[in-house]
């Protein structure tokens, strides 16, 4: 599955390769996404986690080929975050742009520092945590072993200070 993620993110990049015609321009124009934190959706509990937080959905499934699913960008405010949980047929990564999570895999956890990206496969528990004191900036790609399948499982575990 990491071979489908990378042949994903490299499409992407090779998408954006020498100048091209007017018309093949505008097509690529159509497909860069801008975002604004300030337009993002306020969620509370995201996969069961602690606090609200910031997102958007970048791009939906079936843009980046049959088993792509999304690709999501976010904020992640201090005390906050996405809750433990996993995926049978998922594989996620997680890019940190700028901050500190917690990512807790399996049971184990790390701080790790942006810009990063963390890798989670399908049939692995994980969850994301700030503890820190400065919003976290992250995106999740996320594809699908079956093309057109999603699924997560919920732990009950907020991974928020206080929680489970």
Same mark, same amino acid.
């Given at each position: 599955?990491?071979?489908?993620? !990378? /042949?994903?993110?490299?499409?992407?990049?090779?998408?954006?390769?020498?100048? $091209?015609? %007017? @018309?093949?321009?505008?097509? !690529? /124009?159509?497909?860069?996404?801008?975002?604004?934190?300030?337009?993002?959706? $306020?969620? %509370? @509990?995201?996969?069961?986690?602690?606090?609200?937080?910031g997102l958007t959905t970048l791009v939906n499934r079936g843009a980046g080929g049959r088993e792509f699913n999304f690709l999501?960008?976010?904020?992640?405010?201090?005390?906050?975050?996405?809750?433990?949980?996993?995926?049978?047929?998922?594989?996620?990564?997680?890019?940190?742009?700028?901050?500190?999570?917690?990512?807790?895999?399996?049971?184990?956890?790390?701080?790790?520092?942006?810009?990063?990206?963390?890798i989670c496969r399908a049939g692995h528990s994980h969850a994301i945590y700030n503890a820190g004191s400065s919003p976290v900036?992250?995106?999740?790609?996320?594809?699908?072993?079956?093309?057109?399948?999603?699924?997560?499982?919920?732990?009950?575990?907020?991974?928020?200070?206080?929680?489970?």
């Amino acid at each position: 599955m990491r071979t489908l993620l !990378l /042949a994903v993110l490299a499409g992407a990049i090779i998408s954006l390769g020498p100048a $091209q015609p %007017a @018309a093949q321009q505008q097509a !690529l /124009a159509a497909r860069i996404v801008h975002t604004d934190p300030a337009a993002f959706r $306020q969620s %509370a @509990a995201v996969d069961g986690g602690g606090g609200r937080m910031g997102l958007t959905t970048l791009v939906n499934r079936g843009a980046g080929g049959r088993e792509f699913n999304f690709l999501h960008r976010g904020v992640i405010p201090p005390g906050a975050g996405i809750g433990h949980h996993f995926h049978n047929v998922v594989e996620e990564m997680f890019v940190i742009l700028d901050g500190e999570a917690q990512f807790t895999i399996d049971g184990r956890t790390a701080t790790v520092k942006g810009p990063a990206g963390v890798i989670c496969r399908a049939g692995h528990s994980h969850a994301i945590y700030n503890a820190g004191s400065s919003p976290v900036q992250w995106m999740n790609l996320n594809v699908s072993m079956i093309a057109g399948v999603y699924d997560a499982f919920d732990l009950g575990d907020t991974h928020a200070v206080g929680g489970d």
